[in-house]
Nanobody
Framework: QVQLVESGGGLVQAGGSLRLSCAAS????????MAWYRQTPGEQRELVAR???????NYADSVKGRFTISRDNAKNTVYLQMNSLKPEDTAVYYC???????????????WGQGTLVTVSS
């Protein structure tokens, strides 16, 4: 079973930066897209940023100009660089992979376990 392992979360002051990483536990043969979502207590999980296999990106309006998603195919890793962080960015951030194919099998949807980002004012 392939896993997505996130890292990089933590506590940061408003205006600071963090970089989240999401590494797949197996070599990815192909994938439709990878994305970062976030969720706060009592709220629905929302899309933060997405990057396709062709490296096209899109972002939630609330993070445009502050966050950057990127990927390193050789390392099977996707990153989320978060700058100018605001208290309202506080959430658990989840990595997601859509239609992920490894050498062994295909996975329609894979979620990471989540990493907590806390931005203090």
């Amino acid at each position: 079973q392939v896993q997505l392992v996130e890292s990089g979360g933590g506590l940061v002051q408003a205006g600071g930066s963090l970089r989240l990483s999401c590494a797949a536990s197996e070599r990815i043969f192909s994938i439709d897209y990878m994305a970062w979502y976030r969720q706060t207590p009592g709220e629905q999980r929302e899309l933060v940023a997405r990057i396709t296999s062709g490296s096209s990106t899109n972002y939630a309006d609330s993070v445009k100009g502050r966050f950057t998603i990127s990927r390193d195919n050789a390392k099977n890793t996707v990153y989320l660089q978060m700058n100018s962080l605001k208290p309202e960015d506080t959430a658990v951030y989840y990595c997601y992979a859509d239609n992920l194919i490894t050498i062994i099998r295909r996975y329609l949807a894979v979620w990471g376990q989540g990493t907590l980002v806390t931005v203090s004012s």
